[in-house]
């Protein structure tokens, strides 16, 4: 029904409410039989109501409400619009008529004015209410019952683009129990949720505590991963813009949510202070941290952000981006490869950036085990150019991103990064510029991470594999490692390898498992897991720090720093003379002098498949 149609169709109904009202207050009044004295008065009286009840309606904006939505601000409205509709149709009838209205009439008529006007629509509503519960809609559970989950019930209990239903609440707040809220029950903690879901046939799972902590979320999760319930969250409250929650923000549980870490805290001020009004060179920066490095920079107004790539898809894509998000921003997009010296001395000779965060680098296992010597191109001779050319053009600090994988390395990847980080600490001893190193796990979500394989083998049905039941990697994701990341550069004064704080390690079992039960199919039933052993290159296991590596604290608890004896640098630059020497001319020599260089990579491990659960 169109908006003049549906208020023409209300005006017409409570003129006839109007006149049952006053018809009825003169009847009982005179027990039905209204004297000839007072058929004038009758009239008067209705056609005077039903005129200024319609005009009060409209003032108060009756006419401008969803009903179905209707609560106590609406009828206090009406109640305001009876009162004074009735007062001024007395005193207008006694004007036109010279009359007044009998006491008990006037106060019969308004009191069942309030109850029609009223129970009318609040009528309405209750029938719209449950309209909605008779159709076929799954059933919801609402963990939570403060103001935001009361909105988000209010939301699927109204909104026709809805497909579930809210049956109940959840709530640790044992005051609350058994209570009703817009008629739904509050019908226990969450401990009893997996009973719970299981009783009433529960096939969604709505987490409605925006406030709660990471840990709590992440508990949270846990429970309901018992049950086969869908489950969904509401985002944390500094993503809710001025506290409106819509059915627009109820969203799927992510990985991130069960990791249980709460936000980072970031001395804004010390980053600012070599961030702003520098120039910023990112390497890689068309990559996932890369790219996350430029936009976080970005933030902090660098005089100039230099985005260097050597791919020329990705670098126009983050410089769209950058562009488009920091209108104000001097950028500048450079297509160079890290193991080109002279592209890269030509870059620094130009622009002489303050700041350089090293992001460029092969990070792949197996493929870096079958192309050792691309690997050490990119890894170690690509650092050298870069951490060369801030040496030799006065850089104030370099960041090299590192790996854990650098750690008693067992593939020729994690060898490189580690032979890398030995360079710019040796580099640091004789130079001017800050060189440090930053090592962390795996991020979540970045290219050729395990996330997107698993979402990938899900979509299509399974299997999803995985290559050994007890394989463990510490997992964060991508805007809080680099935001710590920056947060290092700040607390550099050169040669530190900074750990950053991963948490718990991850099953990557368990990760699959939880990946599919997110996306709403049961393990090994719905979609199969499949083990395929451990590929080439890779540990069980890996570490953030060497056995022998010290380590000592920063004023940031989620930072430390690990040091391992100095480094000869005789020995070192031996090392890479003969790498170059063997990338050229003796191939099958290269793992040998890698061996050499870094002699924890003799530590292979090999595993047997245990048994598939």
């Known amino acids: 029904m169109s908006y003049h149609k549906r208020n023409l169709t209300l005006i017409l109904l409570d003129i006839l409410l109007v006149c049952v009202s006053v018809y009825s207050s003169y009847f009982f009044r005179f027990k039905g039989d209204i004297p000839a004295e007072n058929i004038t008065q009758f009239i008067v009286y209705m056609i005077v109501s039903s005129i200024i009840c319609t005009v009060c309606m409209r003032v108060f904006k009756l006419y401008n409400r969803f009903w179905q939505y209707a609560s106590i601000g609406e009828l206090i409205s009406i109640l305001k619009a009876v009162v004074i509709s009735c007062l001024l149709a007395y005193i207008v009838t006694y004007l036109f008529v010279g009359k007044a209205v009998p006491l008990s009439i006037f106060a019969r008529n308004a009191e069942t004015l309030l109850l029609l006007l009223g129970g009318s629509r609040f009528i309405w509503r209750a029938f719209r209410d449950n309209y909605k519960k008779r159709t076929n809609l799954r059933k919801a559970l609402i963990v939570g019952a403060g103001e935001c989950g009361m909105l988000i019930a209010k939301e699927l209990k109204f909104n026709k683009q809805s497909k579930v239903y809210p049956y109940a609440f959840i709530d640790d707040d044992m005051n609350k129990k058994n209570l009703q809220i817009y ?79 709460e936000p980072i805290e970031t001395d804004l001020t010390a980053i600012s202070s070599y961030l702003s009004n520098k120039t910023v060179l990112v390497t890689g920066a068309g990559g996932s941290i890369g790219s996350e490095l430029c936009r976080q920079i970005a933030s902090f107004a660098p005089e100039k952000l230099l985005v260097l790539g050597h791919g020329e898809n990705s670098i126009y894509t983050i410089e769209l981006e950058l562009r488009r998000s920091f209108p104000n921003l001097t950028l500048e997009s450079i297509i160079a490869d890290v193991q080109d010296r002279e592209r890269i001395d030509q870059v620094f000779k130009e622009f002489r950036p303050s700041v350089v965060f090293h992001a460029a680098a092969h990070k792949h296992v197996p493929l870096m085990e079958r192309n050792p010597s691309e690997a050490v191109k990119n890894n170690v001779f690509g650092t050298k150019n870069v951490a060369d050319c801030a040496d030799l053009y006065g850089t104030e600090r370099f960041v090299l991103i590192s790996s854990d994988k650098a750690v008693n390395p067992s593939s020729v990847m994690g060898t490189t990064k580690r032979i890398a980080e030995m360079y710019i600490q040796s580099l640091n001893e004789r130079s001017k510029t800050w060189f440090s190193a930053v090592r962390f796990g795996n991020v979540l979500g970045s290219r050729g991470s395990v996330i997107p394989l698993f979402k990938d083998q899900i979509a299509r049905g399974g299997p999803v594999t995985v290559t050994h039941p007890e394989m463990v990697r510490y997992f964060m994701t991508i805007p809080e490692a680099v935001q710590l990341v920056i947060q290092c550069g700040a607390l550099s004064e050169g040669g530190e390898i900074f750990v950053l704080d991963m948490g718990k390690p991850v099953r990557i079992v368990e990760l699959a498992e939880d990946l599919i039960r997110m996306s709403g199919f049961e393990p090994y039933e719905e979609i199969p897991i499949e083990f395929s052993g451990i590929r080439e290159g890779e540990k069980l296991f890996e570490e953030l720090l060497f056995i022998e590596e010290e380590v000592t604290s920063t004023q940031h608890n989620r930072i430390f720093i690990g040091k391992l004896g100095d480094i000869n640098q005789f020995q070192l630059e031996l090392g890479f003379t003969r790498l170059e020497k063997v990338m050229v001319h003796e191939f099958n020599e290269l793992r040998g002098v890698l061996e050499d260089l870094v002699p924890s990579i003799h530590r292979k491990v090999n595993y047997e498949l245990a048994s598939v659960p």
Not at 222 to 235: S, Y
């Open 183 to 261: 008629g739904l029950p509050v019908i226990g903690n969450r401990k009893n949720i997996p009973a719970l879901v299981e009783k009433h046939g529960i096939e969604e799972i709505i987490i409605a505590i925006p406030s709660g902590s990471k840990l709590e979320i992440s508990e949270l999760i846990d429970i309901c991963k018992r049950t086969k319930a869908q489950l969904k969250i509401i985002p944390p409250l500094q993503d809710i813009i001025q506290g409106k929650v819509t059915l627009n923000t109820i969203r799927n549980i992510q990985v991130e949510d069960l990791l249980g870490r």
